[in-house]
Each structure stands twice: as C-alpha cells, then as structure tokens.
C-alpha cells in the first residue's frame, strides 16, 4: 500500500508528497485528494477488521483507525491522535421511514461522536497528520462542528487550536465545546466564506496547518463513516445514501470511500449517492439544476437555521459533483419548515438530532414523493450531528416559537409543549387522565 498527493483536476493531475502542507493544485488551483494503491485480498481485509472488533488496542477501538488499511499514509501509529470517533450506531427508524415514504429505513447517526458529530472521523485524520509533520497549530473556520472537533483533537495531540467563525448566527451548543476545549477563538464580522479567504492566507503566511474540509486528510478520515456503515450491514449495499450537503466534503469522503472498497472488491457495486441543501444555502443543487454544467455559483448570503449547512461557496463541490455523477446520484433542497419536520419525526424515533441532519429525512420525503426512490429501496440517511449542539432550535420549535430567516414562522407541526398546572395534586391527577395527556 501506498499513498501521495494528486490534482482532482483530471485535466491536471499534478502529484506531490504524501507530507507536503497543500490544499489546492500549484499547477491548476483545482482540489488536492489522496490517491491510494491497494494491495491486499478483500477477504482476509474484511477478516482482520473483524479481529480487531475486540481488541483493547485505542487504534482497534477507534471506528476510523480500525480500518487503517484504508488510510495508508500514516506508516507510524505513534502519530495517530484518536479520542475513541466512530463506532456509531445504525438504527433502525420505522416512525422516520413512513414519514419519508419508504418501507424501511435505516439512520447512521453520527452525532454518537466523541464531540457529538461526524466531523471527528475527520479530524482524526488531519490531526494525525499534522502530529505527523510536527506541526504546533492548526486553524479552521466553522459555524460550530469542525470548531468543536478540531478544538478536542488539538487538546489531545497537545497543539493550539485557532477558531475563526462568524461573528453572531453561531449556535452556542458547539462553540461552548471549543471554549471548554481550550481553542483561540476570533469571531469575525463576516461570513463563513469570506472567513476562510481570510483564513487560508493567514495559515500560507504564518505556517498554521488548516483543518478545513479542503484538507485533503480530512476526507480520508470521513471516508470510514461509508466503511463502518457497510461494515455493519455486513458489506450489503444500500440502494441509496442520502445526507445534508453543505461544505460538501462528506459527499467527497463517502464516495471517495464506496470507490475504493469496489477498487479492492470489498463491495460489488455502488449505491446511488442523494445531497440535501437547505433552500437559503443550495448552490450545489442550483448547479445540479443546471445539469452540473459550469462552474458552481457562490451564494453571497445564505441562510438557514440549520447553522452546519449555511454555507454559500462550499469549497469541495468540484470533488461532491464527481462523486453524485459516478454514483447516478441526486441533489435536492429542503424548506425550512420541511427540515424543522423531519427534525422531530427523528426526535419521536427516540433519536434526535441537530437540524442539519434532519436535511437528510426532508430530503428523502421529497424524492420518494417524485418518485425517484421506490417505496421499497434499502435506504440509509446519515445524521451528521447531535441532538444537544442546538437546544434552542428544539425548544422554540416544540413551543411554537421557531422563525426561519426573514422573520417567517415555522409551524410546530409535531409540537410537544410542556405543560403548565397549578400545585394541585387532584387536578394534575385529572389531567394525567385525560385524552390530551395520553396522547
């Protein structure tokens, strides 16, 4: 096995080395991915996965570096930086499969994370290589996940994490993980992409290593949350995987992923791939719109209260719009009130999860509705992020309270309000008793 640095841009294909700091082609501008080589039969690989399933080991415990065979530019173990990521659950969800008009359906939720969201797979892997290339701190922009993530990986590996994010439109339940972290933290008045303009010519200056998702070890360490899903399905592939697009390197990382257990004939075929973008920030879906013909078209001002998909230029789409054309995949949007929906048929799975991960079941409902899933397709939606990183959406939401950007109110169609009573043992008895209370 084997690993270096490549242009994505096809028409490029510059190569570096495995340990060059790159994030965009010195020849063409286009993304950085890593190219790997495998040599190993798809049955014994499979086979010692299996073994390390009770192992004691950290890197055995740790859902990404249990298959490290996938991850071949990390030669020493002593550089690998893991607070236990992965290994989360994939649940079954009757109640969310009638709601998105299917027969059966399952939900890989990675919001189980360490720091309660899917960008630990990652992080794992871009601290792990800036432990490697004895870097001493690293930066990313985030309106909250990737800050609390790199901020706990950084502590781990015993580096400074610098956090740039936009000043205000944040949701406190991540930023008070990167503060509880120990990260720098700037707020900036601007943008989330205005942000990491700024961003990565202040890391190119100052010799700060950038965690963002065009790091492209980023989408190495993500490609295991597809590894671990088909793993657990015991390597039977889905019809279809639908997940909330917003910087779009989960996209990039999950088919990047699929490809190269087909490569190694771990799997015999792909699924097809489904993004969903909320409607106030869909460029990928406007450009998908457009046959992906084009470049992709920025949105100056995005919005939506799903704050870990309010993204109007997400950086990966060029890696994202390969992988839904080799997938037969889709790209659709979601309203706000259709993600505030889906957000609580979840929560009444007794799953929960934050708002951006409900994109995922929105979306399903919309494309089984137009009938490009069948009722009866195997279908797995990922839930990117924990229930508790926006509390406030979930109590406003439940209280009747909830108002989407631009002062629109949301409907609590599934609204579960608490309930006032006065001390009164006899008619707090009452009410227990009665139709409204049972339900």
Same mark, same amino acid.
């Given at each position: 096995?084997?690993?270096?640095?490549?242009?994505?841009?096809?028409?490029?294909?510059?190569?570096?080395?495995?340990?060059?700091?790159?994030?965009?082609?010195?020849?063409?501008?286009?993304?950085?991915?890593?190219?790997?080589?495998?040599?190993?039969?798809?049955?014994?690989?499979?086979?010692?996965?299996?073994?390390?399933?009770?192992?004691?080991?950290?890197?055995?415990?740790?859902?990404?570096?249990?298959?490290?065979?996938?991850?071949?530019?990390?030669?020493?173990?002593?550089?690998?930086?893991?607070?236990?990521? =992965? /290994? %989360?659950?994939?649940?079954? +969800?009757?109640? &969310? $499969? !009638?709601? @998105?008009?299917?027969?059966?359906?399952? *939900?890989? #939720?990675?919001?189980?994370?360490?720091?309660?969201?899917?960008?630990?797979?990652?992080?794992?892997?871009?601290?792990?290589?800036?432990?490697?290339?004895?870097?001493?701190?690293?930066?990313?922009?985030?309106? =909250? /996940? %990737?800050?609390?993530?790199? +901020?706990?990986? &950084? $502590? !781990?590996? @015993?580096?400074?994490?610098?956090?740039? *994010?936009? #000043?205000?439109?944040?949701?406190?339940?991540?930023?008070?993980?990167?503060?509880?972290?120990?990260?720098?933290?700037?707020?900036?008045?601007?943008?989330?992409?205005?942000?990491?303009?700024?961003?990565?010519?202040?890391?190119?200056?100052?010799?700060?290593?950038?965690?963002?998702?065009?790091?492209?070890?980023?989408?190495?360490?993500?490609?295991?949350?597809?590894?671990?899903?088909?793993?657990?399905?015991?390597?039977?592939?889905?019809?279809?995987?639908?997940?909330?697009?917003?910087?779009?390197?989960?996209?990039?990382?999950?088919?990047?992923?699929?490809?190269?257990?087909?490569?190694?004939?771990?799997?015999?075929?792909?699924?097809?791939?489904?993004?969903?973008?909320?409607?106030?920030?869909?460029?990928?879906?406007?450009?998908?719109?457009?046959?992906?013909?084009?470049?992709?078209?920025?949105?100056?001002?995005?919005?939506?209260?799903?704050?870990?998909?309010?993204?109007?230029?997400?950086?990966?789409?060029?890696?994202?719009?390969?992988?839904?054309?080799?997938?037969?995949?889709?790209?659709?949007?979601?309203?706000?009130?259709?993600?505030?929906?889906?957000?609580?048929?979840?929560?009444?799975?007794?799953?929960?999860?934050?708002?951006?991960?409900?994109?995922?079941?929105?979306?399903?409902?919309?494309?089984?509705?137009?009938?490009?899933?069948?009722?009866?397709?195997?279908?797995?939606?990922?839930?990117?992020?924990?229930?508790?990183?926006?509390?406030?959406?979930?109590?406003?939401?439940?209280?009747?309270?909830?108002?989407?950007?631009?002062?629109?109110?949301?409907?609590?169609?599934?609204?579960?309000?608490?309930?006032?009573?006065?001390?009164?043992?006899?008619?707090?008895?009452?009410?227990?008793?009665?139709?409204?209370?049972?339900?």
């Amino acid at each position: 096995m084997s690993a270096e640095l490549v242009c994505f841009n096809s028409a490029c294909s510059a190569r570096y080395p495995i340990d060059e700091v790159i994030y965009e082609c010195r020849e063409c501008g286009g993304l950085i991915a890593v190219e790997n080589r495998f040599d190993q039969d798809p049955k014994q690989l499979t086979s010692l996965w299996d073994s390390r399933a009770a192992s004691r080991d950290p890197l055995d415990v740790s859902g990404v570096w249990r298959f490290r065979e996938m991850l071949p530019f990390v030669t020493d173990p002593r550089h690998v930086v893991t607070i236990r990521e =992965g /290994n %989360t659950p994939l649940f079954d +969800a009757p109640q &969310a $499969a !009638a709601y @998105g008009g299917v027969d059966a359906l399952q *939900l890989k #939720h990675q919001g189980y994370n360490p720091t309660g969201s899917f960008k630990d797979n990652g992080m794992t892997a871009g601290v792990t290589q800036a432990k490697k290339l004895g870097i001493e701190r690293v930066a990313c922009v985030s309106t =909250g /996940n %990737t800050s609390a993530s790199m +901020a706990a990986y &950084a $502590a !781990a590996a @015993g580096m400074q994490a610098i956090i740039f *994010l936009p #000043h205000g439109k944040i949701a406190y339940g991540k930023l008070a993980q990167a503060l509880e972290y120990g990260a720098l933290t700037i707020q900036v008045e601007a943008n989330f992409d205005q942000i990491l303009a700024l961003v990565r010519k202040l890391a190119a200056e100052m010799g700060i290593y950038l965690l963002n998702s065009m790091n492209p070890f980023r989408v190495e360490g993500q490609k295991s949350i597809v590894i671990e899903m088909l793993d657990q399905r015991n390597w039977k592939v889905p019809d279809w995987i639908v997940l909330p697009g917003g910087n779009l390197g989960n996209v990039s990382a999950l088919g990047k992923g699929l490809r190269e257990l087909l490569e190694i004939g771990i799997i015999d075929r792909l699924p097809r791939v489904a993004v969903v973008q909320a409607a106030g920030s869909a460029p990928f879906y406007e450009l998908y719109q457009r046959g992906f013909e084009g470049d992709l078209k920025a949105v100056t001002s995005p919005e939506t209260l799903a704050t870990a998909i309010r993204i109007g230029a997400p950086v990966s789409w060029p890696k994202a719009r390969f992988e839904i054309q080799n997938t037969n995949g889709t790209v659709v949007s979601a309203t706000e009130q259709e993600i505030a929906d889906a957000k609580a048929v979840i929560g009444r799975c007794g799953i929960g999860c934050e708002p951006a991960s409900a994109a995922s079941l929105a979306g399903l409902k919309k494309l089984t509705a137009e009938g490009t899933i069948a009722a009866d397709s195997d279908v797995v939606c990922v839930l990117t992020g924990h229930l508790l990183k926006d509390p406030d959406y979930v109590y406003h939401y439940h209280t009747d309270q909830l108002k989407a950007p631009g002062d629109v109110k949301i409907v609590s169609t599934f609204g579960n309000a608490p309930v006032v009573m006065p001390n009164d043992p006899a008619k707090i008895a009452a009410f227990l008793d009665s139709p409204a209370a049972r339900g």
